[in-house]
């Protein structure tokens, strides 16, 4: 049964919906149904607002893109930001495009210097224009790898950092202040921003450190990434690019996969093949707003997709032996979260550099030197393929530049005859074998999913995989957050298993990562850190 509040706040948003297909939406729904829209409005998660495209303040929708940008100017405002310059961008999805473009709207009718794109661009060129350009902030509207079926709302602030909290929390509070969607004031905007496009591109083309060709197979998954990956690629001296034509132009629909997401089964199925017909060297996939590259490279047994542990492992040992050691090794930090692995800790040791762990989500990562009096941000990542090889420019994860900076890996490894696979076994006689993977679980809700966590919190597991652990709860920890840390072993040999929910979608994740001193050979140590994680596979599973 609807209640009497839940029913006037229902008429009230109809009444004052801006968008005559959403208010004709809710006004069809039953009680139930309304109850459920208007039980919490959206929140910021771990990369923005994400939400379905539906009517409500729990769906992402014109009236929940005005009151929340008016949240946004609201709170610079107080800030006393006042009239400062704001970037505005937008992927290819359903609505992105009105959606921006009323933000933008709302923040120049407040006084703003709007800097709304002219086009659709990736999610790295918003946080790329808000630093390069000293903007007060920037809003992207996107759900980066989320089904069709939704959209988003990420906001960066000044350095274009993503917002953390108490920022989140303020915009939070100022929603709830907002006038009706449809009284909120909207004035015309003129798009722009054509040069800090090129800029961006150029700056990802100078990521190279070698000359030779290499041959690339790409996707960007229907999403906005490919005229600008290969615009970037082509700059950098990248030419030989076989793209998979059906899946290059845009397309709100993703109607080639499932799921537009590189890390799903068969979203990379097209690519793979492609890589094997031309014979390239790498495979690449971004994500629909291509701020996650996954990487793929041949085999002895055909292709495979790399884990984003492994590009992490990669990458930051790349960038780390651009660095003479000494003074300014010392001073220089690599960063991964707490679900990745801890491998680049130890790499980042050897390269004589600092290693921060911080929290799961870039929002986190970007600011990982701030802690670090007199050191700099080299390298992020995380496990989700998500990686920062240029903080200078980008603080935030962007896959066109990670892209860029792997297609130079393969040409400086090919140029001392050696091959990714190679790396990884490089890697692995120096740090020890490392496996890592996750399980995700899909949830009804949040509630069901925090239901679980309060289970493994009441019973925790003592042994995984044969190893007695300890429980660290890092809601209980200085760093607050809705994570459980299983670890068992000793310096040599070790398991180790994060499980928290999700911060984007109702999905429970459990990231777990095994390591083994090599004893004889690395193949049978392999087989055996395999097995182990399989077990631990197994556990999560059930959780």
């Known amino acids: ?85 704001v970037v505005v961008g937008r992927d290819t999805r359903h609505g992105s495009e009105d959606f921006a473009l009323a933000a933008a709207e709302v923040l120049a009718a407040q006084g703003f210097a709007v800097t709304l794109m002219f086009a659709a661009v990736p999610t790295p060129v ?30 960066y602030w000044e350095g274009g950092f993503p917002i953390v909290p108490p920022i989140d929390e303020e915009i939070e509070r100022a929603v709830a202040e907002a006038p009706y969607a449809d009284e909120i004031p909207r004035q015309p905007v003129k798009p722009s921003g054509v040069e800090i496009v ?89 994500d629909p707003d291509a701020d996650r590259c996954a990487i793929g490279v041949p085999t002895p047994d055909g292709w495979r997709m790399l884990s984003g542990d492994e590009t992490g492992w990669l990458l930051g040992d790349y960038i780390l032996s651009q660095i003479e050691p000494g003074p300014v090794s010392e001073a220089t930090v690599v960063a991964s979260t707490v679900v990745s692995s801890r491998m680049l800790a130890t790499i980042a040791k050897d390269h004589g550099a600092r290693h921060v762990e911080t929290l799961t989500g870039f929002k986190w990562l970007s600011r990982a030197d701030e802690d670090v009096p007199g050191c700099t941000l080299v390298y992020a990542y995380e496990e989700a393929i998500g990686h920062c090889v240029d903080p200078g420019a980008v603080r935030d994860k962007d896959g066109i530049s990670a892209a860029v900076l792997a297609c130079d890996l393969v040409a400086a490894l090919r140029n001392q005859g050696h091959t990714v696979l190679d790396a990884l076994d490089e890697l692995a006689l120096r740090h020890g074998v490392h496996t890592t993977t996750a399980v995700s679980r899909r949830v009804a809700d949040a509630d069901e999913a925090e239901a679980v966590m309060a289970k493994l919190r009441a019973t925790p597991p003592d042994r995984l995989a044969g190893f007695e652990v300890k429980l660290s709860d890092l809601l209980q920890a200085q760093r607050r957050t ?18 928290r929910p999700s911060g984007t979608e109702p999905k429970l994740k459990s990231y777990i990562e095994v390591r083994c001193a090599i004893i004889g050979d690395l193949k049978a140590t392999r087989a055996k850190a395999h097995k182990l994680q399989d077990e631990l596979v197994s556990v999560a599973q059930r959780f």
Do not use: C
Request: charge should be negative; hydrophobic fraction near 45%; proline fraction near 5%.
């Open 1 to 85: 049964m609807t209640s009497s509040r839940t029913s006037t706040a229902a008429q009230e948003w109809i009444s004052h919906d801006p968008d005559p297909q959403t208010a004709a939406e809710l006004a069809a729904l039953s009680e139930e149904e309304l109850d459920e829209r208007f039980a919490q409005p959206l929140t910021f998660g771990t990369a923005g607002l994400r939400g379905a495209l539906r009517g409500g303040p729990n769906g992402m929708n014109l009236a929940v893109v005005l009151r929340t940008t008016w949240a946004v100017a609201k709170v610079l405002r107080d800030r006393g930001l006042a009239g400062k310059q």
């Open 126 to 155: 918003a946080a790329f224009a808000v630093r390069h350009d000293s903007a007060t902030a920037g809003i992207q509207i996107t759900a980066s790898h989320n089904p069709s079926s939704d959209n988003g709302y990420k906001v």
């Open 198 to 286: 090129q800029h961006y591109v150029e700056r990802a083309a100078r990521l190279r450190r070698t000359h030779a060709s290499v041959r690339v197979a790409l996707t960007p998954l229907h999403g906005v990434g490919g005229e600008f990956a290969m615009d970037a690629l082509v700059k950098a001296g990248l030419s030989d690019v076989h793209v998979v034509e059906s899946q290059f132009a845009p397309d709100p629909d993703f109607p080639t996969v499932a799921f537009p997401n590189p890390e799903e089964p068969g979203a990379v199925d097209a690519l793979l093949k492609l890589a094997s017909d031309v014979d390239a060297e790498i495979a690449i996939a971004l």
């Open 482 to 499: 809705d994570a459980l840390v299983f670890l068992g072993g000793n310096e040599d040999n070790w398991v180790r298993m994060v499980v």
